[in-house]
């Protein structure tokens, strides 16, 4: 199977976030050559590639009272702890982009300690064949629940976190089942995953 990958905090009120240093608008990716596929922009984005360094933000305010955090979050990307940075480079070392990001409370005092995640596979990963949505250079997910969105074994290979690069929208980001695992066994909490078929 492949996962979707996303945040459930759990919480009952949605709590902002402000980045307290870098510069948001300026964080873009370093290689902006299009593909052929959804258009990758010089604005901040999950699209697959690695982002430039030099903007990131390294402390970042959360809202509202303090409060248990899980160990993912959605803000201005999605924030993973080290359980999470390890489960997944065990399986892929040195492959994506982990940003020290330190979560504080309004008082200034810390809330957590957390990783920016940015994926680094840009992937076509969805068998055409197999799929029932419509392909108009993106997939056209109407939300049908008759239809499907199959994904391909072969197309995605050893790869275990990835953007792909003709579903825009969602997001999220797709994993493999070893990742699903790892990260399960781990227990990384503040995950929502949603299973899509896989052939080969």
């Not at 596979?121 to 055409?128: G, Q």
Request: glycine fraction near 8%; charge should be negative.
């Amino acid at each position: 199977m492949v996962y979707y990958l996303s945040c459930d905090e759990g919480e009952e009120y949605s709590y902002g976030m402000k980045a307290l240093d870098g510069d948001l608008k300026q964080i873009k990716a370093a290689d902006l050559t299009q593909d052929g596929a959804i258009e990758i922009l010089p604005i901040r984005g999950k699209y697959g590639r690695a982002l430039e360094s030099t903007h990131m933000p390294t402390r970042i305010r959360i809202e509202g009272p303090e409060h248990p955090l899980t160990d993912l979050r959605d803000g201005y990307g999605m924030f993973v702890d080290a359980k999470f940075k390890a489960a997944l480079e065990k399986l892929e070392s040195g492959v994506h982009q982990f940003f020290p990001v330190a979560f504080v409370w309004e008082d200034g005092s810390p809330a957590a300690d957390r990783f920016w995640f940015n994926p680094c596979h840009r992937l076509d990963s969805v068998d055409r064949a197999k799929t029932s949505f419509e392909f108009r250079n993106i997939w056209y997910l109407d939300g049908d629940r008759t239809k499907k969105l199959v994904f391909n074994r072969a197309q995605i290979g050893n790869r275990h976190a990835w953007m792909d690069k003709f579903i825009s929208g969602m997001g999220g980001i797709w994993i493999s089942e070893a990742l699903k695992q790892n990260l399960e066994a781990a227990g990384v909490t503040g995950m929502a995953l949603r299973a899509y078929e896989e052939t080969d």
